[in-house]
């Protein structure tokens, strides 16, 4: 079983920034790709960002430009850095990772969420 935990939501002013991260743990052979999700309230989840183990990385088009993911591969973690941040990226984030687990089954987990805030 693979479990993630996410951490570094908080509440912030509009412009200013947070830093999330996501350590996964639990019985990992190998993850293929991380990537982090958003819902806010209404609306249903949406990708902001993912990143699979080649390093490549894709964005929404709504936070290109002022978010960065990024893994460290030998920790299991997953980061986003997210500056310039608006109102309208209020959300619960979630983090989601894909891969191998070490009974050889493939696993496609989920965090518990971590919430992000951007309120004057």
């Known amino acids: 079983q693979v479990q993630l935990v996410e951490s570094g939501g908080g509440l912030v002013q509009p412009g200013g920034s947070l830093r999330l991260s996501c350590a996964a743990s639990g019985s990992i052979f190998s993850i293929y790709a991380m990537g982090w999700y958003r819902q806010a309230p209404g609306k249903q989840r949406e990708l902001v960002a993912d990143?699979?183990?080649?390093?490549?990385?894709n964005y929404a088009d709504s936070v290109k430009g002022r978010f960065t993911i990024s893994r460290d591969n030998a920790k299991n973690t997953l980061y986003l850095q997210m500056n310039s941040l608006e109102p309208e990226d209020t959300a619960v984030y979630y983090c989601?990772?894909?891969?191998?687990?070490?009974?050889?089954?493939?696993?496609?987990?989920w965090g518990q969420g971590t919430q992000v805030t951007v309120s004057s």
């Open positions: 990143i699979p183990s080649g390093g490549s990385t």
């Open positions: 989601n990772a894909e891969g191998m687990a070490t009974d050889w089954r493939k696993f496609n987990s």
